[in-house]
């Protein structure tokens, strides 16, 4: 089994910068890309960047880039760059891992996820 364990939110102002950690342990198996997705009060979590482990392929969700950047310095590990944050990037997220990594209709995928972190706070101001 994996677990994932995320770190670096916070409260910030606008227009400043955090940088989330996603560390993964365990057995990785065939989950080979790793998410960043968010999860607002009543609403379903949505994604918002990946990475496949195979290579780095990066995927974002529109309205994405170029202020977030989702990379990674191996395949158990996954940050993710928030630059100029507003307000409505305020919201809890999540790192996840699943077997590959998709974009459908603008959004990162989600529907194949098999392991959730706990989540992150990110409060911008």
């Known amino acids: 089994d994996v677990q994932l364990v995320e770190s670096g939110g916070g409260s910030v102002e606008a227009g400043r910068s955090l940088r989330l950690f996603c560390a993964a342990s365990g057995y990785i198996g065939n989950m080979n890309c790793m998410i960043w997705a968010r999860q607002d009060p009543g609403k379903d979590r949505k994604g918002v960047a990946a990475i496949d482990a195979s290579g780095g392929a990066t995927f974002y969700s529109e309205n994405i880039r170029p202020r977030f950047t989702i990379s990674r310095v191996n395949k158990t590990t996954a940050y993710l760059q928030m630059n100029d944050l507003a307000p409505g990037d305020t919201s809890r997220y999540i790192c996840?891992?699943?077997?590959?990594?998709?974009?459908?209709?603008?959004?990162?995928?989600?529907?194949?996820?098999?392991?959730w972190g706990q989540g992150t706070q990110v409060t911008v101001s």
């Open positions: 996840a891992a699943a077997p590959r990594c998709s974009v459908v209709a603008g959004l990162v995928g989600l529907a194949d996820v098999r392991v």
